[in-house]
């Protein structure tokens, strides 16, 4: 373990001074801002240039699923960086193949074709091209809480409000209601009911929207920061059913999901259903240089045996970034981390959850499975009614505001989008973390419990 970094405020300040002044960051109106300059991170913590310390329930962006600087990928990475630090995509390289192909000994069925890009987003995109130029078709189907990335395409299919401002109705895109059934759509009152249903619309709109002009339905496994919602039992299949009957590529998001999250290598395989694209990213390498990827079924990888695929990346499969792969990958397999997030979640976490539902008026429902887990906070149990609005802002959202405050004074940094807060720590997390975690998480849940009826 590193030793804890020494409090530093001046050069915390001058971080921030020169991020205040040049970094423009993602998804933010930038005036309104308050970045937390970061000294140092490690395992399952990091610490601010004040010496406090945070428990990270967020693994960064749900990716550090080994933790922070885990010294067998840094190593990996600074051999890599010695022997070779980047080459041309074009070339057969050590570490790209081997990436590729420990990759394809753990993606589902016959998913052995891999093609690299820099992160989930482009992943999509480049299945969704991949797909239309496979079927000949335009529209791609995708579901609503949904998100899929933040580029053109891929915030198009997102089903969020993320979407709205880069949404001109032009993409191919065609949105559906997915199962859920805490806020079923479909007046279910089971899960059974919820899937059925949910099947019923899918088919519908499928039917409505003409078969021979949708080249692909697109599904996060296990849907991430829109939900955690794990599907009922026979919906996957189902959606790979239709897409059989009517011609249609099935592809599955395994960006947030995938590596171990959901405490399996990929979160199809507790479905035993296999897609015919399926895209990753984050977990491959835990986010310690940018890499992600389409994996490819035979059937789609005929298609440009002999037809050039048209697209590419500069820094496709980076050397870099598929050495920390391939050493993430063996660390995962050696250190046994998808099984200790398969079962810490169901041990542990799962029920520590449940008990917090039953003492806390603000949870309305607990989700998940593996170290992929939600909590619904509502104002009222009996309605169910958010604890704040749809896309809440300002004034609206300060009990999720206060919630988050709390949660970071007792040192856990929370995993929040809208009335929610995500428990999605690394799949490395040990026992005595994980209730450091919680006993921090029960402490903030006493505070949204103040804005209940």
């Given at each position: 373990m590193t030793p804890q970094p020494k409090p530093n405020p001046q050069a915390g300040a001058a971080v921030k001074a020169a991020d205040r002044a040049h970094v423009f960051h993602s998804w933010s109106a930038q005036d309104l801002i308050d970045p937390l300059p970061i000294a140092a991170a490690e395992g399952s913590y990091f610490w601010d240039y004040d010496g406090n310390r945070y428990l990270d329930f967020t693994s960064g962006l749900v990716f550090t699923n080994i933790g922070y600087q885990h010294p067998k990928v840094v190593a990996a990475i600074q051999k890599q960086a010695a022997t070779m630090t980047t080459f041309a995509p074009a070339f057969a390289i050590e570490a790209r193949s081997e990436a590729a192909r420990l990759i394809a000994e753990r993606t589902p069925g016959d998913l052995d074709k891999i093609f690299f890009t820099n992160g989930g987003a482009d992943a999509v995109e480049h299945a969704t091209r991949m797909a239309r130029l496979h079927t000949g078709r335009p529209k791609v189907l995708a579901a609503y809480r949904s998100y899929h990335g933040g580029t053109q395409?891929?915030?198009?299919?997102t089903g969020d409000p993320?979407?709205?401002?880069?949404?001109?109705?032009?993409?191919?895109?065609v949105h559906f209601w997915a199962p859920f059934l805490y806020r079923s759509r479909f007046h279910a009152e089971t899960e059974a009911q919820e899937c059925a249903r949910a099947l019923e619309h899918l088919e519908t709109t499928i039917t409505f929207e003409g078969p021979s002009t949708i080249a692909?339905?697109?599904?996060?496994?296990?849907?991430?920061?829109?939900?955690?919602?794990?599907?009922?039992?026979?919906?996957?299949?189902?959606?790979?059913?239709?897409c059989d009957k009517y011609g249609i590529v099935f592809v599955l998001d395994e960006v947030m999901a995938g590596f171990g999250r959901t405490g399996t290598w990929f979160a199809a395989d507790l479905f035993d259903v296999v897609p015919?694209?399926?895209?990753f990213a984050k977990g491959v390498n835990s986010g310690y240089?940018?890499?992600?990827?389409?994996?490819?079924?035979?059937?789609?990888?005929?298609?440009?045996a002999r037809r050039p695929y048209p697209g590419g990346l500069t820094y496709s499969g980076h050397p870099l970034a598929c050495a920390a792969a391939v050493a993430t990958i063996n660390v995962m397999a050696e250190e046994g981390v998808v099984t200790n997030a398969a079962d810490l979640g169901a041990s542990l976490?799962?029920?520590?959850?449940?008990?917090?539902?039953?003492?806390?008026p603000c949870v309305g429902e607990v989700r998940g499975t593996g170290m992929f887990w939600a909590l619904e906070l509502v104002r009222n149990k009996e309605t169910r009614e958010p604890l704040v609005p749809y896309n809440a802002a300002g004034e609206a959202n300060a009990?999720?505001?206060?919630?988050?405050?709390a949660a970071k004074a007792q040192g856990l940094w929370p995993f929040i989008n809208m009335n929610r807060t995500h428990v999605v720590p690394p799949c490395t997390i040990t026992e005595a973390e994980a209730k450091e975690g919680l006993a921090a998480l029960d402490a903030a849940l006493s505070v949204a419990d103040e804005h209940t009826v």
């Open positions: 395409q891929a915030v198009n299919l993320r979407r709205w401002p880069s949404d001109t109705g032009t993409a191919g895109v692909a339905i697109i599904l996060e496994t296990v849907p991430g920061t829109a939900g955690i919602m794990v599907p009922p039992p026979g919906y996957l299949a189902g959606v790979r059913e239709l015919d694209l399926m895209t240089v940018p890499l992600g990827g389409v994996a490819i079924s035979p059937a789609i990888a005929e298609t440009f976490i799962g029920p520590a959850l449940r008990e917090l539902a039953d003492r806390h009990p999720m505001l206060a919630f988050g405050a």
